[in-house]
């Protein structure tokens, strides 16, 4: 087995071959141009190596007299479909290299062959492997990048965001997207995306705060083989199968401090090692974040890497909230009513002026994503194909916030049994306050946490060491 520098690596080969002197050759060669390799005269002990090690590239001779070419290809293809296996061949007449070909071979070169032919035959099928493996694993993140991605809305700050978005595409920057949940920047960063020289390849997102802390790191970088328990199987990490494409870290400011240095590792060498790995692995990808959290606050308390967060402010993007956005509300709800009414089988539905009079009057805290919601419900329980007044539900009639539901019903402060104690007082006020987000909410501890601008992760906490279970509320909101 070769040792090389890991900055020069950009793949791994393993050789089989009854001649000495070819595969004496041939590792010397790849050796050169930066390929891990390792050779075999025995197929049998190379067999065993390529199901321990699972390199990206099998390179066989196709005669050999303990077992032939075809065998190794076939062994290859039948356990690990995502290796691709060249054939090399030293015979005039080429039959057996086609019927190879046949078997699931990626191509086959010709004894002598030409260096240049056989290293662009090695680098195309790395690079084909790359881009083709798991493919139906994360069929559904593909299908969203190539979802409808126009930024909705006339008024100045969207017409601002969108020239500012235009401009920035071309690059090749890393981009911080801040604003309040709801406001759409997942979408910012699909329309980056979608107009960047990049656009052919995946937009990869994951939302940070979505998955538990213990398997996000396996999420973002993947992992051997036996790396630990469970892993039955390797697999590809999202940073990984981004190559070539973008990356979106949603609710970034709430990954953990550990995975915040391995990420700023990768943004700094463009490598990745998957966990149980030895080898660094090169990605090419275009990074976008995004947050609603106050990122220098988070520095402050010591939250988040002061030296990530330059890496990825190279470009700042702020989403407008709804409330701002004047004269976008008709848009948007034009766009929402097209699109919601086929999805549940409904006939073309419209709007009364008095019904969108209420949607523009109210604030909107969720913002965009709220108000596809409120639509949402309010065509599903829609009689007729016009939405009325009193279609809309009786919060936004009475132009009322879910802050302000919070605190609809006070009770005089005369009649509260208040603690003389202020911890506990205080701790007293936390669990009433919870229990009526929780009630808002249907136990919904992602809107629960949207409303109360607190993030999950210290929700959850808060929720437990108060002894809520947000279960208990969804059983009550159904």
């Known amino acids: 087995m070769s040792d090389l520098h890991q900055s020069n690596y950009r793949g791994?080969?393993?050789v089989f071959d009854d001649e000495e002197?070819?595969?004496?050759i041939l590792t010397k060669i790849l050796n050169m141009e930066g390929y891990h390799v390792t050779a075999f005269t025995n197929p049998t002990m190379g067999l065993e190596y390529v199901g321990k090690y699972q390199p990206e590239v099998v390179l066989t001779d196709i005669r050999?007299?303990?077992?032939?070419?075809?065998d190794v290809l076939k062994e290859v293809k039948k356990n690990f479909p995502n290796i691709a296996v060249i054939i090399m061949t030293a015979f005039a007449s080429i039959d057996g290299a086609i019927q190879a070909m046949k078997e699931g071979a990626f191509h086959y070169v010709t004894k002598p062959f030409q260096t240049e032919e056989l290293l662009a035959n090695?680098?195309?099928?790395?690079?084909?492997?790359?881009?083709t493996r798991e493919t139906t694993i994360f069929a559904e993140q593909i299908r969203r990048a190539h979802a409808d991605v126009n930024l909705i809305g006339e008024s100045p700050a969207m017409m601002e965001v969108r020239q500012v978005l235009e401009k920035i595409a071309g690059t090749d920057s890393s981009v911080l997207i801040g604003g309040e949940s709801g406001t759409g920047k997942e979408l910012a960063a699909r329309f980056i995306h979608k107009a960047s020289p990049r656009h052919a390849g995946r937009f990869v997102p994951i939302d940070c705060a979505c998955i538990p802390e213990n398997l996000l790191e396996s999420e973002l970088f993947g992992y051997e083989k036996g790396s630990f328990t469970g892993a039955a199987q390797m697999k590809i990490g999202l940073i990984e199968l981004a190559h070539g494409g973008t990356l979106f870290l949603d609710e970034i400011g709430e990954m953990p401090l550990q995975l915040q240095s391995k990420l700023l590792r990768v943004l700094q060498e463009h490598q990745i090692q998957r966990i149980g790995g030895l080898r660094q692995i090169a990605v090419d990808i275009r990074l976008l974040a995004a947050t609603n959290r106050d990122i220098p606050k988070a520095i402050e308390e010591g939250?988040?890497?002061q030296d990530l967060f330059y890496r990825l402010n190279v470009i700042n993007v702020l989403m407008?909230?709804?409330r701002e956005r004047e004269g976008d509300i008709l848009l948007l709800v034009d766009h929402f009513l097209k699109k919601i009414a086929p999805r549940l089988h409904k006939p073309s539905v419209s709007i009364s002026p008095p019904a969108l009079r209420l949607l523009e009057q109210y604030r909107w805290p969720g913002n965009v994503r709220e108000l596809e919601n409120v639509l949402e419900r309010?065509?599903?329980l829609l009689e007729g194909d016009v939405i009325k007044a009193e279609d809309i539900p009786a919060d936004i009639r009475n132009n009322l916030t879910p802050s302000k539901i919070l605190g609809s019903e006070p009770q005089p402060v005369s009649t509260r049994a208040i603690p003389a104690d202020y911890r506990e007082a205080r701790t007293q006020?936390?669990?009433?306050?919870?229990?009526?987000l929780l009630e808002i909410t249907g136990g919904s501890v992602t809107e629960a946490a949207r409303l109360s601008g607190v993030s999950r992760r210290n929700l959850y906490e808060k929720l437990e060491k108060l002894g809520l279970q947000p279960d208990e509320f969804k059983k009550k909101g159904s």
Do not use: H, N, W
């Not at 050999?64 to 075809?70: T, V």
């Not at 195309?124 to 492997?129: C, G, M, R, Y």
């Open 12 to 14: 791994t080969v393993v």
């Open 303 to 305: 939250q988040f890497r």
């Open 21 to 24: 002197d070819m595969c004496k």
């Open 378 to 380: 309010v065509i599903v």
């Open 122 to 131: 090695i680098e195309k099928a790395i690079e084909v492997q790359r881009l």
């Open 429 to 436: 006020f936390e669990s009433e306050y919870m229990r009526e």
């Open 64 to 70: 050999m007299p303990e077992r032939s070419g075809m």
């Open 320 to 322: 407008p909230a709804l």
